[in-house]
């Protein structure tokens, strides 16, 4: 009752009680709950609520008499879609399609559907959602788009309306029929790839008549809500065409053109129907309730075969390729800058790193030093490095290493693939990746890409995978199995049949009805895979899938961390090259990842030896072998995701990197491309919202369709915080750092930021503390150095520092500013300077000063009481140094 609003006498009831207050013990009082989501009035938008399932609001537009429909679709949403499956593709049904236009032209009082054809199948995404809109113009056109949310709109079917037509009477039902046995009706259609569930198993009897078949169809009773919401429920209306696939000329097929269609009656939820050949590929329906009253009739439904390759909409979403895009070349200003070896003590605005030769270790080895030099010498501190590179595997092990670090310090590095000469052009362009050929300018460009052929991999030949005991190695090797029918396989790892799981996966691949070996290679032994080469004389194709991990920002690689991933990829990928080519292979696959042709950022070894198979399979290809590079993205619990650290994942869905789930990098395995495909899930709304906060990379820019503004310098931001009063500059700072902290940890807001925890102890890392870095200092439109959040270690402390960095003028009392020094410096800095003995002789200097004077010791306890800071004042006033 108390709860209800009732007041309560609880003296009366609980006499010997008394009130206390709650909760008794503090704590951090933060809603897990979700809060219920307030209705929008449509209304006060000047839209119209349809009332409609599909259909959440519409428009009269002012000009043409035009109407507009709008929804949103999702199996989130509207569950019930995922039992309409075609080759295990979840559909919108045609029936679907024709209901909505119907629904449209009743809003524009043109009721008939006269006819409808449908361009493209309308694809629900097995995340996500798909943008829907239904529009009228004052032609009588219908048309029906469709798109993921921040992509283009997609044209899904196009008519044109009419005026109510009457009934023609319906249909009778005959006497005498030959009854149809459905026992096995929908196992068999799932049997051909037409996967349906509730509420789409609607047909509960069928007959023939001659030519006609006669069905009756019923919707389950957890539908009938919605179909008094529909005209026409589309899994009522879908069912009724099930009494095709009676006829086998019509099995795998699916509307393709409507004509003269009317809805005479709504609601229903269940109806008998009839179907009439009228041509090949082609039916009358009627349809009417139980009563023989007409529901609904089409004059005409055309049907078509549909193959699985026309269904691959929401996997094509995830296929992607770079293509090289031209722009128009830029006014050129002479820009100062010399060459790496002909810097000085200061160094100017621009450094050029020429080409390296040599090998694969000789090449990353040197960029590797030349990197970190420039991240972390004071003389580079105000320059940018260009790094010229080719198109050697090599030279692109070095870009994906300089992509990395750019993604690490974003304004820092450009690549350019040209000459010296076009220095300056390549400034002028503002691009992290330019190419110059001939005076053409060329910029990458993430683009998608359309599928490519079968693969070509032969059933009587031997597949050999590398790294097929690991999580991608092993999914792959499977799917030769079930879908091309390979049954021969060799697997390789490091540890042979000692690999975790190695016996376990020889079993279920043989339980599939393929004969497995599991056999120990060292990749980066040429000589070891040419004895495994040998011993496999049938060799027909071959998938690279081989790895390992060990990330670390660039600054903190070392030459043997880069080559301890470059082998096992890089190296193992060259062998196979160079010691098939003697073979008539029909597929060589390299597994190669996202992060190649990002530059993930805390992953150079690993974008390196990426970039290496993506330009090996680009070379390959240009010498007329067989060759695919697929540059994966994150897989759900597979291969490389399945290790990395959790926060790096959650890192990247923020950034719009999403994880394929098994099944979906299987099928992309298949559908990628050559020489060089990316198949990726990648999350468009979180691209569109770093495009408008100017942060989205340039290589991603093409997938989105907002402007993205560019701009050497971020200093946008800074005027608000240089406009600061002096009073509010702390306060301001301090919140600054721990929002951007917060963002960067995925904490829910900057109060849950202790400013004087250590970072450290929040969670930092190498790699958080340059994500923090970099917004920072987007943020202030100023520089800062690597370690600014080692150097600063509280979010408190990296505040002060900000505000001396905004507001250089600020004046500080000599041992104020000394202390603060002090305080923001880790001992790891005294160290790396050498000072640490310094302070022990001068602490040693000044104990025997103080001795002298205080022979009987009272003052040697407040010498070890002494602070760093005043130790120094103290030492530098009696040192003079």
């Known amino acids: ?21 709650l909760p008794t013990y503090p704590f951090q009082r933060k809603h897990f709950w979700l809060a219920p989501a307030a209705t929008a009035d449509l209304g006060q938008a000047g839209l119209e609520v349809p009332g409609h399932p599909l259909l959440a609001a519409g428009l009269q537009l002012a000009e043409n008499d035009g109407t507009v429909l709008t929804g949103r679709l999702s199996l989130a949403t509207h569950p019930w879609l995922a039992g309409h499956t075609v080759h295990d593709t979840v559909l919108l049904p045609g029936a679907a399609l024709a209901e909505l236009a119907i629904r449209a032209g009743d809003e524009a ?27 009228v113009d004052a032609s009588a056109t219908v048309r029906i788009h469709s798109r993921v949310p921040g992509e ?16 023609d009477g319906g249909f009778s039902w005959p006497d005498a029929m030959e009854p149809v046995d459905l026992s096995t009706f929908y196992e068999d259609l799932a049997d051909r790839g037409f996967g349906y569930g509730e509420p789409f198993q609607g047909l509960r009897a069928a007959w023939r008549h001659g030519e006609d078949v006669y069905v009756e169809v019923s919707l389950p009773e957890a539908a009938h809500d919605d179909a008094a919401r529909f005209g026409l429920h589309p899994a009522l209306f879908d069912a009724a065409l099930h009494g095709m696939f009676l006829d086998a000329d019509s099995a795998g097929a699916l509307p393709f053109s409507w004509t003269d269609v009317s809805l005479y009656a709504s609601g229903a939820t269940t109806v008998r129907a009839r179907l009439r050949p009228t041509g090949p590929g082609e039916i009358a329906l009627e349809m009417a309730d139980l009563t023989g009253a007409p529901v609904l009739s089409v004059g005409s439904l055309v049907v078509r075969a549909v193959t699985e390759a026309q269904l691959r909409g929401g996997e094509d979403r995830s296929l992607f390729s770079v293509a090289q895009v031209t722009v128009e070349a830029p006014a050129v200003t002479r820009v100062s800058w010399q060459r790496w070896e002909d810097c000085g003590d200061q160094a100017p605005p621009v450094v050029v790193l020429p080409r390296p030769e040599g090998g694969l270790a000789e090449v990353t080895h040197t960029v590797l030093e030349a990197l970190q030099r420039f991240l972390t010498e004071p003389r580079f501190s105000g320059s940018r490095l260009i790094v010229l590179t080719g198109s050697r595997p090599a030279d692109a092990a070095a870009a994906g290493l300089v992509r990395s670090a750019q993604a690490e310090n974003p304004g820092r590095f450009v690549l350019l693939d040209g000459a010296e000469s076009d220095v300056d052009l390549a400034i002028a362009v503002q691009e992290p990746r330019v190419r110059v050929d001939a005076g053409r300018v060329e910029v990458p460009r993430l683009v998608r890409a359309e599928p490519g052929r079968k693969p070509d991999w032969d059933p009587a030949r031997t597949a050999l995978i590398t790294g097929g005991t690991g999580g991608i190695g092993a999914r792959l090797a499977q799917r030769l199995i079930t879908q091309h029918g390979v049954r021969r396989l060799v697997l390789t790892s490091r540890r042979g049949l000692e690999a975790p799981g190695a016996g376990a996966l020889i079993d279920r691949l043989t339980e599939l009805g393929a004969e497995v070996r599991v056999e120990a290679c060292d990749l980066t032994d040429r000589a070891a895979v040419a004895a495994l080469l040998e011993a496999i004389p049938d060799l027909g194709g071959v998938v690279h899938a081989a790895g390992t991990l060990d990330d670390g920002i660039v600054t903190a690689l070392t030459a043997e961390r880069l080559d301890s991933v470059l082998a096992p990829k890089a190296d193992g990928a060259r062998h196979l090259d160079e010691l098939t080519r003697d073979r008539e292979l029909t597929e060589f696959v390299l597994i190669s990842s996202l992060s190649g042709v990002v530059g993930g950022p805390g992953q150079g070894n690993y974008a ?91 290589l991603l820019t093409g997938l989105v369709r907002l402007p993205v503004r560019r701009s050497t310098s971020t200093a946008a931001a800074a005027p608000n915080l240089t406009a600061l009063a002096p009073a509010d500059r702390p306060e301001a700072l301090a919140e600054l750092v721990r929002t951007h902290t917060a963002q960067v940890l995925g904490f829910g807001s900057a109060a849950e930021v202790d400013p004087e925890r250590a970072f450290t102890d929040l969670g930092f890392d190498s790699l958080t503390s340059v994500e923090l870095r970099n917004r920072l200092a987007a943020t202030a439109g100023e520089p800062l150095g690597a370690t600014v959040v080692f150097d600063h270690p509280t979010p408190a402390a990296l505040a002060a520092h900000l505000e001396t960095v905004l507001f250089p003028e600020i004046e500080l009392p000599d041992e104020d500013r000394l202390r603060r020094a002090l305080a923001e410096a880790p001992i790891e800095r005294f160290r790396e300077l050498g000072v640490l003995g310094a302070l022990v002789r001068l602490t040693e200097e000044i104990g025997a000063q103080e001795a002298e004077q205080n022979p009987a010791g009272e003052d040697a306890a407040a010498i070890d009481a002494l602070d760093v800071g005043e130790l120094i004042s103290r030492a530098m006033s009696t040192s003079g140094d």
């Open 1 to 21: 009752l108390y709860s209800s609003g009732v007041p309560v006498d609880w003296t009366a009831l609980l006499p010997d009680a008394r009130a206390i207050d």
């Open 109 to 135: 009082g043109l009721p008939q559907l006269t006819e409808l054809t449908l361009h493209a199948p309308l694809v629900i995404p097995d995340g996500g959602a798909i943008e829907l809109q239904v529009a």
């Open 152 to 167: 283009a709109w997609e044209l899904n079917a196009s008519g044109v309306l009419g005026e109510a037509a009457p009934p």
């Open 608 to 698: 390196a030896a990426n970039a290496y198979l993506d330009a090996l399979a680009e070379q390959r290809h240009a010498e007329g072998l067989p060759a695919r590079a697929v540059a994966y993205g994150l897989w759900e619990a597979e291969g490389m995701g399945g290790v990395l650290d959790p926060a790096l994942v959650d890192r990247m869905r923020r950034d719009g990197f999403g994880a394929l789930t098994p099944e979906e990098g299987e099928s992309l395995f298949d559908l990628a491309a050559g020489p060089a495909a990316v198949a990726a899930k990648l999350d468009v709304a979180s691209l569109r919202e770093q495009a408008r906060a100017g942060t989205l990379p340039a």
